[in-house]
């Protein structure tokens, strides 16, 4: 039995190691060379004197030397921390640079981005460019190496001192301070969840795993390593294809996918603009779907294109990865109008608490709070946030029982699944991306020309949440200015949608910006209006 991430897969290297581990865009390779080519990189971060509680961030579209790179990165006992390519490039620095990342895996399209922040990236000791192959290196303020590099590095067996409660990765997510912060995730945190989806599902060798999600994004990590702790194959979705979804939809029909992985909005543009009935798609045993809400008007739908899957709905915010779902009945009984989601996970404890601190009564209104091995560490360098979050169980004081307040408003039914109601502070969901509208004003108060902002949501069955932005200008301003000043400041899918320029802001009777009034106000007469795609 393995207590390490990379143990797993080095166990179905011994088992297969001919056997296709990962594919993507451009080749492929075999459990062999995936754990010879991690074994290698490994050897070499450990004579650059990385190990046990270092960082290596990546920063690079999802490829085969990305799954290599986080995998040979765990087996030198450091965690690694998956940037989002797409990403500002402000953003990205922060994080580099928050994390306080020793090495850096990246491509030369993205280094040169880099450039001019380079400086700032002080703790940066080494980089490793993965699209070259040669010894003509970039120029650059560090170290810096080709992939040949990894491959004339002859492997070793280091001394691995790592536990399973050392960080394995460290994912980033929207921050309510206008910062960006990483859940610190360990080994046995990873395992739990992985473990429950080999449990769950049990993948065999000939299963083939779609991976949909970018690798910052905690729903990858199910693809990844429950493909490859099981001797299936992983196949990363080219990120050319994620816009098409008639493209998208006959990948999954030519790959032979039998477990596929996304948010649901992923699975109605496929419906709605995909022509599913061009396939059968006999191969897909099993669609998981998570990261928002899924309406049942579309899911029925979703449910006959796709006829012989089974169809899961899983829910858990990054903090605990996956710690409840959902079997949905086939067929879908016609008086369901709105999913749960589901049952707590093996090994979770997941229960609502009420205001007073006390167990939620059946049918009321509560907090999810969930405790158990997949709860993450806390938060990275942030131990105010982290003691806030992650708290004593508050129905007993008797020992030290750590678990995670979700902040998701819950009600419990009588056979003890949850329905997801809301969040209980301003963070919302929209296509599958968990969103701080914090940071959005936070962004929005930077411009020069910007009095006063407020950001809010307007729920949508398809996408979950559309992002509206309230500005109170401060001499000439346009829609069109703020879209372009945040789209150098933030995820393309934490950009609004609509800027509404006001005169001023209606408050309550505190003084706070009442959001709730904005939005009356605002999104019956505005809603055709001051939009972007």
């Not at 490994?42 to 986080?70: C, E, H």
């Not at 492997?155 to 394995?168: L, S």
């Not at 411009?447 to 949440?465: K, R």
């Not at 950009?495 to 408050?507: A, G, K, N």
Request: hydrophobic content about 40%.
């Amino acid at each position: 039995m393995g207590f390490l991430l990379w143990q797993g897969v080095s166990a179905s290297a011994r088992q297969h190691p001919e056997r296709l581990a990962v594919q993507d865009a451009d080749g492929s390779i075999s459990y062999a060379q995936l754990e010879r080519g991690s074994d290698q990189l490994a050897t070499l971060l450990g004579s650059w004197g990385i190990g046990r509680g270092d960082r290596v961030a990546i920063l690079m579209p999802k490829s085969v030397r990305s799954v290599i790179t986080m995998v040979g990165t765990s087996k030198a006992g450091a965690a690694y921390v998956p940037v989002d390519p797409a990403a500002p490039v402000a953003r990205s620095a922060f994080i580099i640079g928050n994390a306080a990342a020793r090495v850096l895996v990246t491509n030369k399209r993205l280094l040169g981005a880099l450039t001019e922040l380079m400086p700032q990236l002080t703790s940066v000791q080494a980089i490793l460019v993965a699209d070259l192959d040669s010894a003509d290196a970039p120029a650059a303020a560090v170290a810096t190496h080709t992939w040949d590099a990894v491959t004339a590095t002859e492997p070793r067996n280091a001394n691995r001192a790592t536990i399973e409660d050392d960080p394995a990765y460290i994912l980033y997510t929207s921050g309510s301070t206008g910062t960006p912060k990483g859940v610190v995730i360990s080994h046995r945190n990873a395992l739990t969840f992985v473990e429950w989806g080999l449990d769950v599902y049990h993948p065999k060798a000939e299963d083939r795993f779609s991976n949909h999600a970018p690798l910052h994004f905690d729903l990858s990590v199910f693809d990844i390593y429950c493909a490859l702790h099981s001797g299936a194959s992983v196949h990363l979705v080219p990120d050319r294809l994620a816009p098409f979804p008639m493209e998208l939809a006959k990948w999954i029909e030519e790959k032979r996918i039998s477990i596929w992985y996304s948010v649901p909005s992923a699975l109605i543009r496929m419906l709605q603009q995909g022509q599913l009935e061009r396939f059968t798609y006999e191969s897909l045993r099993v669609l998981n779907f998570a990261g928002e809400v899924f309406p049942v008007k579309h899911l029925r739908p979703v449910m006959e294109r796709f006829s012989h899957a089974s169809f899961y709905n899983l829910y858990g915010p990054t903090e605990t990865n996956v710690c409840t779902f959902l079997e949905v009945p086939r067929p879908l009984p016609p008086e369901i109008t709105d999913l749960s989601i589901g049952h707590s996970c093996a090994n979770y404890d997941c229960f609502a608490v009420s205001e007073d601190g006390t167990r939620s009564k059946l049918g009321e209104e509560g907090e999810l709070v969930v405790r158990g091995p997949g709860v993450a560490l806390g938060y990275w360098g942030l131990p105010e946030r982290t003691a806030q979050s992650f708290v004593q169980n508050p129905l007993h004081a008797d020992f030290v029982d750590l678990a995670y307040r979700t902040g998701d408003i819950v009600t419990t039914a009588t056979d003890g699944s949850f329905t997801f109601l809301g969040r209980r502070d301003h963070m919302v969901k929209t296509r599958g991306y968990r969103v701080e509208l914090g940071e959005i004003e936070h962004v929005l108060h930077q411009h020069s020309a910007v009095n006063a902002a407020a950001v809010f949501s307007v729920p949508d069955e398809d996408i979950g949440a559309r992002l509206w932005a309230a500005v109170v200008p401060e001499g000439s301003l346009t829609s069109e200015d703020l879209v372009g000043f945040c789209k150098t400041r933030l995820p393309h899918y934490a950009i609004p949608e609509t800027f509404v320029l006001v005169p001023e802001m209606p408050r309550t009777s505190t003084g706070k910006v009442d959001r709730r009034a904005l939005a009356d106000s605002l999104v019956p007469t505005t809603r055709s209006t001051g939009t972007h795609a």
